[in-house]
């Protein structure tokens, strides 16, 4: 087949499109290599190029791939990819297919939009290649992936490495601008969480992937040369000891937060990280109340989750927790302001006792295509006309906490308004916390009096939340601003 195909890999970080490049791998000996464009969608700028190259297309045929891997996509992204769509579809012969997470788990709503040709529903490695090939539909076709299918085995990353057109779109920068890019060793996740997508994908598209040691280290050591950074982030779910040792063999350092489960932390997983230059480790803390962990499958006990944060004390290492306010609909009923109170209320100990802890609040949104999702909205009624585009965007902006848009209704399954609106002022609140303690309470500090600033300033803040007065006013901002000017 000679006709070009434009793969656009679209996300709201400069990441390594690694899962376009395994599509194309897969089909290569259907497709001329020389049509093929890959193209990570991060910004406007990526945009332009990509349209430009959909417009020397002219009367030609063509495929246009989209895929979207990540959990949210945010307003701007969902305007990027409305825009090449709309383009796209005005085109006579040019094909359109989209893949990723929410058009696996939201399929049947984006099966309505009738200017998508083919709807692929898991890995698009494992699915049917007839998007290639099979031309314009007057529905969208839904094609769904072969169970197990894993990755393909003859792939390599290099067969399709040099068909990427913006390579600045897919390396990140640290402060010192040094470049890095995102690795995935492993696919999804084997914890099997209610509420999270890849419990989805692990009952049906075989969910986990473990790439063999053999694998890890070709591949990590082609992109470390064909990108010229030994730095790589680390963006597989949850991190193992095996993982760690692949990325010393192959003489990687990583940059960014590693996730690991709390109950899988021991000091010797912590030395690891910390030999490779991690700072903070990603714990998914969701909920401390016993109940609500037993039914969502998230099920630790605080002792060694205080033990963690003790353990990376003594090594410097900072923890970012994430709590899921609003998770407690589970138990039967929309969460109510008291609930969400109770949430917050119970991860303060931690939060005032360690300082090496960051808590990031998150508004629960039930996904439809999780299993929690499916049976709280099965119970509570889904929502009526609401189209795929409008269930994106309503559900990035309550996980975000940025409340509901205009127009769309809130999730009956979620809370009722008082609830959102309690949620939102806390969701405020501890986005004025975190950016304290990221910004100003370096860990371990390097200043001490300002570290004991910081230390009085967050005691205050806790006070404030525990009397339930969940706004900080200007109070944090104000001190925010007066330690930023302190050296
Ligand atoms: S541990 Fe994380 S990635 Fe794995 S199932 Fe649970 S929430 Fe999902």
């Known amino acids: 087949m000679s006709k070009k195909v434009i793969v656009v890999d679209a996300g709201r970080r400069k990441f390594f499109p690694a899962d376009s490049l395994y599509t194309i791998s897969s089909v290569k000996d259907q497709v001329d290599m020389d049509q093929v464009s890959i193209y990570r969608l991060f910004e406007a700028g990526d945009l332009a190029l990509i349209l430009d190259e959909l417009g020397s297309v002219g009367d030609d045929e063509a495929v246009l791939f989209l895929w979207v891997y990540e959990k949210f996509y945010p307003v701007e992204m969902q305007s990027m990819l409305q825009e090449l769509i709309d383009t796209a579809n005005s085109m006579a012969k040019v094909t359109i297919a989209m893949g990723g997470i929410h058009p696996t788990l939201a399929r049947d709503l984006l099966l309505g939009d009738t200017r998508i040709d083919y709807v692929i529903a898991g890995w698009p490695w494992s699915a049917s290649s007839e998007w290639l090939d099979g031309g314009k539909q007057s529905t969208p076709k839904l094609l769904v992936a072969a169970k197990d299918g894993g990755l393909p085995d003859h792939l390599k990353l290099k067969d399709a490495f040099s068909r990427i057109k913006n390579i600045k779109s897919c390396v990140m920068t640290t402060a010192t601008g040094e470049i890095y890019f995102n690795y995935r060793s492993t696919y999804m996740c084997k914890n099997g ?15 986990l992937i473990e790439k063999s040691d053999e694998r890890i280290q070709e591949e ?3 992109l470390k040369d064909a990108i010229g950074t030994d730095k790589v982030y680390l963006s597989s779910y949850v991190c193992d000891k095996r993982t760690i040792d692949s990325l010393n063999r192959a003489g990687m350092k990583v940059e960014n937060q590693y996730s690991l489960m709390v109950k899988d932390i021991t000091p010797e997983l912590l030395d690891m990280f ?10 998914g803390l969701e909920n401390l109340q016993t109940p609500v962990q037993k039914r969502v499958g998230k099920h630790f006990e605080i002792d060694h989750f205080e033990k963690a944060l003790r353990d990376g004390d003594a090594i410097g290492m900072m923890f970012e927790g994430n709590i899921m306010v609003g998770l407690n609909s589970i138990l039967g009923q929309p969460s109510t302001s008291e609930d969400i ?12 006792r360690y300082r090496n ?15 929690l999702g499916d049976k709280l909205w099965e119970n509570t009624g889904r929502l009526d006309n609401v189209g795929y585009w409008d269930y994106i965007k309503l559900g990035f902006s309550v996980a975000r906490g940025h409340g509901v848009p205009e127009g769309l209704p809130i999730p009956p399954a979620y809370a009722d308004l008082e609830a959102f609106e309690t949620i939102k002022t806390y969701y405020k609140s501890f986005e004025q916390l975190v950016r304290h303690r990221t910004s100003l309470y370096k860990y371990p500090p390097k200043n001490k009096d300002k570290a004991v600033l910081c230390d009085r ?15 900080f006013g200007d109070f944090l901002e104000d001190a925010l601003d007066a330690m930023s000017r302190w050296k």
């Open 457 to 471: 300033i967050s005691d205050l803040c806790f006070d404030i939340l525990e009397t339930g007065n969940v706004d």
């Open 341 to 352: 109170v109770r949430d917050i209320r119970s991860v303060i100990p931690q939060y005032r």
């Open 274 to 283: 910390k030999g490779l230059g991690a700072e903070c480790v990603f714990i």
């Open 220 to 222: 990590l050591l082609f």
């Open 357 to 371: 802890l960051r808590v990031l609040l998150r508004p629960f949104m039930p996904f439809v295509g999780t299993p």
């Open 193 to 207: 969480c209610a509420f999270c997508h890849a419990t989805h994908f692990l009952k049906h598209f075989g969910g």
